[in-house]
Structures are given as structure tokens and as C-alpha cells.
């Protein structure tokens, strides 16, 4: 009796599981294969995204100059689009998980296509101050999250997401090189025609090469708990519940706290490229090119391999370990030279910090609102970038550049103890 209930019930499972795979296949996602070529045009996007994002970020600045805006109000124009991506972050991840992650990067794709629009029309200061308004929307890096989430198993899941630190690296370089040579031989403007028709190429990518549908059945039981009560894009409500699932809340905190000293110190690194390394502006462009040739190799290498011989947990803790390690070399350094060398830790540490724990939190949330994790977790750096300038410069004036490092080192070995201690409730996997 026993042995005929069992193939019973493997028989039915077995029915069940090829309902679950022809679902699957009416939404799009026909094997391996499909899913595979998906999350490969997602790292394009993500890519060409960043790229023009980067290209922006080196053009705008001789923009405002070329306006006659001052440093006040250029620094007006950049907390403006923080806040803009601060209260975007959520509102995007919850328009992805109520209509879909295609649905949310074409929107993205448009925000900067209209963004790029008003770039090239800006003959005034107001003009390029409305050019900042569609950046509520651009957040091309969380909508290919998005995809990568709804395509993977959670064991594929940290590797997967980690490839996506190989497109920053790649657009960190193409971006500024891009950006400063159009603006150098052609004008200010070019840039922006430039990310115009980009950006509607990236959109176009978007229709024709996502499917409508990438989230397949949830593997979660709905309950009253794990459902979303609200329809609205934003929510406090929402927010909390999120927060109030098993180890939400402690990630998150760790997320926030171990990067945000090393956060503050890069707001403040153009500064401190001028006054404590006496660097010139190319040589500063040099450095950041290093930095993203680290990045590609570090997320593109590195992290994938990792997550599939340790556990999250155990990456998390080596994360801000390391972390702790570069705030005592950031205390002691003096030269360019001494920075080159903490820059290999630091860009190992922050790059597993943000995809394990980005891992973590889609994976300890239904999927049904993935999309919103991502997008809480999307608004840590604009959150830093908005509050950053404030009190990075406070700590670089009165306490110098060492300041920075000292910071870094006491919170980091806070949040290890903290690790060591806590009894986090986390699904550990490894591929």
C-alpha cells in the first residue's frame, strides 16, 4: 500500500511538474536554453544602460559650467537626483512585480531616452535642472535584477547577479572614455544625442527580446503574511512587511552599514584625488579605469566561483572581514601608490557585500516581491549619495582622509562580531 501511494504521489507530482513546465512555457521561458539567451540580453542592456549613465555623469558637470552655474548649485542639481533616485528605487521594484520585468525596463529604457531629450535641449539652467526629473525612473541595473531573479534557481542566483559587476566594469570604462572624447572633439552635447539614440535602442531590445512574462510559478505558499495588501507603487506599509520577514531586517542592516564609510569617502574622492593625492584630471580618470578593470575581474572571475563552493553566510562574513581590513590600510595610507594596493580588497569586498546580500534578500522575500527587495536595496547608494557630501565633508575637514579609514574599520568589526553572534534565519546554498 505503501509503495502504490508513493508512485501514486510521484505520479502526480510528475503531472504537476509538467503543468508547471507547459505554464512555463506559455510564458516564455521554454527551457535552459530560453532562459539562458534572456539573462544574457539582460547583461546587454544593463551594459549599454550604465554606459550612457556614465558618459552623463562626466558630461553634465562642463554642462552646468557652460550654463553658469556655480558649485552650490551644481551640487543642488546632484542631491536632486539623488533624492529623485532615493524614492524611485522602491517605486520601480514594485512597478516590476505588479506588471513585469520587461514592462519596467522599457520604462527605464524611456526615462533616459526623455532624460537624454532634455539634455540636448539644455540652453538654460531650469532646462537641465527638468532633465534630472526622469531619473525617478532610470534604474536600468535593478530591472535586469529583476530579470536575472524571476529567470534563475536561488542556488544559480549569487553567480548570476554577480556577472552584472562585469557590465559595470565595462561601462565604468566605455562610459567615461566615451563621454569625454565626444564632449572633447564634437561639443557638450553630443553625449546626449548619443545616449538618446542608445537608450531607444536599448528600449527597442527590451520588446523584442524579453518575454512579457519572466517570473515563473512561486515556489512560496501564499499566506496573508507574504502577500501584498496594497496595489499602490509606494507604500510604508509595504516596506515594513518586507522588512518583518526572517533575516530581512539584519541584512539589510549590515547591506547598509559595512559599505556606507567607503561610500562616503568615493563621494568625496574627486576632492580628495586634488588635495591629499595631488592628482591631475586624467590621472584621475586613470585610476577610475583601474578600478573598473578590478570590478570586471572580481565580478566577472571571482564571485561566481565563490558562491558556488561557499555558503551566503559565509561570504557575507568574509565580505565585511575584508571590509574591516581595508579601513585600517585606508587609516594608514599616504601615497596614490598605497590606495592602488587597498583598491583590490576593497573592490573584492564591496562586490560580494552587494550580490550576497542581494541574494539573501530576493530569496528570503516571496517572488512575488523580488521586485520591490530589489528596489530597497537599489536606494542604499543614492541614499549615501544624498547624505554623503554633508557628512563626508565634515569627517574629510575636521579629521582628514584617515578618518574615513578608521570609520570603516570600527563598524566592520562591529558587524562581524554581530555575524559571529547572530543566529540569522537564511536559506544556505551553494550551486
Known sequence: VSTMNAKTSSGGE???SGMRNETLGENGCLGEAKRGQVIRVA?????????????QMGVVPYMAKSLGLDLVGFGYLQTIFGVLQLVGGYIF????????ARAALILSCVSGSISFLLMSFSTSIPILFLSRLPGVFMHGIPGAQKVITD??????RAGALGKLGFC????????????GVLSTKFGNYVPAYVGLVGSLINTLIAIVCIPSQTKPESDHHVTEHSTSQSGSLFSIREIVRLMKFPGVM???????FAG??????????????????????????YLMSYFGVLQMIVQGLVVGKLSSRCTEMTLLRLSVLVFAGVGLGMALMRTVWHYCIIAVPLVFAFSVLATITDSILTKAVPSSDTGAMLGICASVQPLTRTVGPTIGGVLYKQFGVSSFGYLQLMINLGLFVYLLK??????????
Do not use: H, N, W
Open 14 to 16: 510528475r503531472e504537476a
Open 43 to 55: 547583461y546587454v542592456i544593463a551594459a549599454l544602460d550604465l554606459t550612457f549613465l556614465f558618459m
Open 93 to 100: 521594484g514594485r512597478f516590476a512585480d505588479q506588471f513585469g
Open 151 to 156: 529567470m534563475t534557481s536561488p542556488s544559480q
Open 168 to 179: 559595470f566594469g565595462v561601462a565604468i570604462i566605455a562610459g567615461s572614455a566615451l563621454g
Open 250 to 256: 539584519e541584512v539589510f542592516i549590515v547591506k547598509v
Open 260 to 285: 556606507l564609510p567607503i561610500g562616503l569617502f568615493m563621494i568625496m574622492f574627486s576632492i580628495i584625488s586634488m588635495d591629499f593625492f595631488g592628482l591631475e584630471a586624467v590621472e584621475s580618470g
Open 422 to 431: 547572530s543566529k540569522i534565519p537564511l536559506k544556505e546554498m551553494k550551486s
